[in-house]
């Protein structure tokens, strides 16, 4: 079966900007390039990847759409931009232009106001990134999630994509309320869920499949198997896990699956969300 990882990063150190980045934080602390992540893949059977931002700045999304440029496995990049901006569509087309732009993410999760989406600069700059046809990622932690019902209210043409499940709170055991948030947020249509960067919110150093089985059975039963897709959130997951380990977790979960349902799982849903075949 083909294979796409629909979230990894790669950063570098010497010439961009990563505040949330340090020194402490070792083991990911050091360049992350395309050669780093070329035998992962091989040795996974995963055949591409979608690159994704980890820093605000236009310098970084064009420097990962130059990546993309010389690296076929790289089948999309999601990119930054400020949504507030006032050239804003100007600055879209010149990265559109540029290549396999397929979305646009910002950290939210980084944002001390749990409604920083909703702010009506924000909604007019994500309408503009859904006029070009491109993705919106959705970096939250579960505060977030309550904003999310009127967000995509505002904005029903976007195609919306939860990262990490919205991060919950593996380690303690906790659903709620992250589980009744995500059910309203899944009743739209149009919003799907990547099954990524569950190891580093679960105990990093002791996580089993069983800890974050109950969370992923909840996305499934919410989303259904058409609407969720795998990521790595590598080198991220290295905090906790190989790129390996997190490989085989998901082909854990998703076991009893039927083979149209994990194919749509590992490819086809993340090719029609992020309008690979246009961008590849």
Not at 8 to 13: A, E, K, P, S, T
Not at 39 to 44: D, N, Q, R, S, Y
Not at 119 to 144: C, E, F, M, N, W
Request: some cysteine; hydrophobic content about 45%; overall charge negative.
């Amino acid at each position: 079966m083909l294979k796409l990882d629909s979230h990894q990063h790669f950063w570098d150190l010497a010439n961009l900007q990563y505040p949330w980045l340090t020194p402490d934080m070792t083991s990911l602390y050091r360049n992350f390039e395309p050669a780093d992540l070329v035998p992962e893949l091989a040795k996974a059977e995963v055949g591409g990847s979608i690159v994704v931002q980890a820093s605000h700045t236009q310098a970084e999304t064009r420097w990962l759409l130059g990546l993309s440029r010389q690296h076929d496995f790289i089948k999309g990049v999601v990119g930054w931009a400020d949504l507030t901006a006032y050239n804003l569509d100007e600055q879209l087309d010149q990265l559109i232009e540029q290549g396999k732009l397929c979305g646009l993410r910002h950290q939210v999760h980084d944002e001390l106001e749990p409604a920083w989406l909703l702010q009506s600069k924000v909604i007019r700059g994500l309408r503009l990134v859904a006029q070009k046809g491109l993705t919106y990622d959705l970096l939250l932690r579960p505060a977030h999630l309550k904003s999310l019902p009127a967000l995509f209210t505002a904005v029903p043409e976007m195609r919306w994509v939860i990262d990490h499940l919205a991060k919950p709170t593996i380690k303690s055991g906790q659903l709620e309320p992250w589980l009744a948030d995500l059910k309203r947020a899944a009743a739209y249509p149009n919003v799907y869920c990547k099954v990524s960067g569950l190891i580093t919110e679960a105990d990093p150093q002791h996580w089993t499949a069983a800890d974050i089985k109950p969370y992923f059975e909840k996305a499934l039963e919410f989303f259904g198997p058409a609407r969720l897709l795998f990521g790595s959130d590598w080198p991220v997951c290295l905090l906790a896990g190989s790129y390996q380990q997190v490989v085989a977790l998901a082909t854990t979960l998703t076991a009893s699956l039927t083979p149209s349902e994990q194919t749509a799982f590992w490819l086809q849903t993340a090719q029609e969300v992020y309008k690979l075949n246009q961008t590849a």
